[in-house]
């Protein structure tokens, strides 16, 4: 009788470890130390090297960082998306900061270069093909009126990366319209649409999943003990 009675004291516990999932091992307790781990887990473009520069799209904000680069011809330039809001990198003029740059017949100009509205695990790089400022911004609804706009090799006087971002804040057009990823380009060439990149993208999630398997699975078999204990 006595063993009965611990065994139905026992079944609510194990029924809550079936159902409820076991705490994350890279849980601190404090949401500070989370937070900071979860922030840790964003992939970021790593330091630049000879030949290669790295910018970093959506890490932190509305924000293309750094902003405003100088990049030698020949340079390639990799964009690192962050974060799980989509974002892109698009080619636009300084006279229309916040608007895909078209192709122009009459001055046999190609489009530009357009990497599609994507998210954090892609990269999208560009060569630099000649010292013209090559002007971009990212085209998610408001984004590009927030200030989120770059340059590379934009002019010291004139026009400047400054007077693109307060051209583009003051922008009031209609939200663009994703297509997809563009190749091409003026000024830099874009090769190749966006690339997946393993990046740190955090495995704590597969961990955690994986581990409340374990519990769910292991409260089962005890239930099924204690209930052939109760009924024998």
């Not at 330091?47 to 750094?66: E, I, L, R, Y």
Request: hydrophobic fraction near 40%; charge should be neutral; proline fraction near 7%.
């Amino acid at each position: 009788m006595l063993m009965k009675s611990a065994v139905f004291f026992l079944l609510p516990a194990l029924t809550a470890a079936q159902y409820y999932p076991a705490p994350d091992p890279t849980s601190s307790g404090s949401s500070g130390t989370s937070s900071a781990a979860a922030a840790a887990a964003v992939p970021s473009a790593p330091a630049d090297t000879t030949g290669h520069m790295n910018v970093n799209v959506g890490f932190g904000g509305k924000v293309f960082s750094p902003a405003n680069i100088t990049a030698p011809v020949g340079t390639l330039v990799t964009f690192y998306f962050a974060g799980t809001i989509p974002h892109s990198v698009t080619q636009s003029s300084f006279a229309q900061p916040c608007t895909y740059l078209v192709a122009n017949a009459s001055a046999s100009t190609p489009g530009g270069f357009d990497s599609g509205l994507v998210s954090t695990g892609a990269t999208f790089t560009i060569n630099v093909t000649d010292t013209s400022p090559i002007w971009i911004h990212c085209k998610t609804p408001t984004h590009c009126a927030s200030g989120m706009v770059g340059s590379i090799n934009a002019p010291a006087t004139g026009n400047t990366y400054d007077a693109f971002l307060t051209a583009a804040r003051a922008f009031s057009g209609p939200s663009e319209t994703d297509t997809g990823a563009v190749t091409g380009g003026v000024h830099g060439i874009a090769t190749a649409p966006p690339a997946s990149d393993t990046g740190a993208s955090g495995s704590s999630g597969g961990t955690k999943s994986s581990a409340t398997k374990i519990v769910g699975s292991a409260s089962l078999v005890l239930l099924s003990a204690l209930f052939s204990i109760v009924m024998a």
